[in-house]
């Protein structure tokens, strides 16, 4: 009898552990998510998929570097080398290890901000592109202010704690679905360790990435762990399968890695990448064959699918007022802007759908006036 309960008692243990692999398409409950704030989003749209105080302002830590790191990267230059400024390298915290007189490029400040989260690098970057501290911050809210980030606000370039310092989880959400489409950016967060050359005199060496979800989680491209005293452990995530990709935001998380997966794991059970075909547009054309030429997009259009439905979309077509012969198939003429709700979701190139020779089988010249006339139709209508 002992040994029959025993049975019935392991099999019980078994059915329920086998309904709880099994239950990633139940939605989580506050309660099961540590988080003080918590948001998961599709990354294309912005659309909050979960969310758990995803609007309250709290202190976001070191994934501040994210704004810092993609500023940065839209700077330019980013190979060029320098001497870090002796005075922005002496920061309390995390470190790439910079010292007084090393030579680095805009690059090394980016990858020693997102693995090791160096508030050196962080501080060296504000300087190299700002200036100051203080104007590079400027520049760092009035991106925010861009992004649509309405309620954030930068101090410093590390995230080392001041009470004006804050974000919240929605925010923080729009800033990595806007940086992760940088595919330097990309690359650097996914990374779990990078080789970079710096120094007095650079030499090399190796920088290993703070977040273990690169290894833990499949299909985890990113992004930037955080954590100070104030603020708690912070994390921000993406991931990618099957065409979808997910934004998750922990603010205050004992248990980050753990509240990350069985979001994303959620996200991607409701998630589905649809597509909606392509489109086609129809151009006047001058001596050629043909008096119009047909236009298409040059892939489908495509979207995640949440719970169900598609998010409504709008277009617009930036086209030529004319195209003039001879024009080769798959020739880029024009470019499909898809956008959700104001944001810009993809930019797809416009091609011809065939070839238009010239009429007649000689070359052809549009004349000077209508060549000037269209380009400045397109300059003022574009």
């Not at 989880?169 to 330097?184: E, F, Q, R, V, W």
């Not at 949440?306 to 030529?320: D, F, K, M, Q, S």
């Amino acid at each position: 009898m002992k040994r029959l309960c025993a049975v019935l008692s392991a099999a019980a243990v078994m059915i329920s552990c086998a309904a709880d692999i099994g239950s990633t398409d139940i939605k989580p409950q506050a309660g099961d998510i540590s988080a003080k704030a918590a948001v998961l989003m599709e990354a294309s749209t912005g659309k909050v998929i979960w969310g758990k105080c995803e609007n309250q302002k709290l202190p976001m830590a070191s994934t501040t570097k994210i704004m810092t790191t993609i500023l940065t990267l839209e700077s330019g230059g980013l190979d060029t080398e320098f001497t870090a400024d002796s005075d922005a390298i002496r920061v309390e915290g995390s470190s790439m290890g910079l010292r007084e007189g090393d030579i680095v490029s805009k690059r090394d400040l980016c990858i020693g901000m997102l693995l090791p989260s160096g508030n050196d690098a962080a501080n060296c970057a504000a300087v190299k592109v700002g200036g100051t501290a203080e104007k590079f911050a400027d520049m760092m809210n009035a991106k925010a202010s861009q992004l649509g980030m309405t309620s954030t606000h930068f101090v410093t370039p590390s995230g080392l704690h001041d009470d004006a310092h804050y974000s919240t989880a929605a925010d923080m959400g729009l800033l990595a679905s806007y940086a992760i489409k940088n595919p330097d950016f990309r690359e650097i967060c996914s990374s779990k360790s990078m080789k970079l050359t710096f120094g007095d005199p650079p030499f090399d060496r190796w920088l290993t990435n703070t977040n273990k979800l690169l290894s833990r989680y499949e299909g985890c491209i990113g992004v930037k762990t955080g954590f100070t005293d104030e603020a708690g452990r912070c994390l921000v995530s993406a991931a990618e399968r099957d065409g979808v990709m997910l934004v998750c935001v922990t603010l205050n998380a004992p248990d980050d890695w753990n509240d990350h997966a069985k979001l994303l794991d959620y996200g991607f059970s409701v998630t589905e990448c649809t597509d909606l075909g392509g489109k086609q547009y129809t151009v006047s054309a001058v001596g050629g064959t043909s008096d119009s030429i047909t236009l298409v997009t040059e892939r489908n259009v495509t979207l995640p699918e949440i719970n169900g439905t598609v998010p409504e979309l709008t277009y617009a077509a930036a086209v030529p007022q004319r195209v003039y012969a001879p024009v080769r198939k798959g020739e880029r003429l024009g470019t499909l802007t898809v956008k959700c709700g104001g944001r810009v979701i993809d930019e797809i190139p416009l091609i011809s759908a065939d070839d238009l020779a010239v009429k007649g089988g000689s070359s052809y010249e549009p004349p000077l006036v209508s060549r000037v006339t269209d380009v400045l139709k397109e300059l003022l209508f574009k």
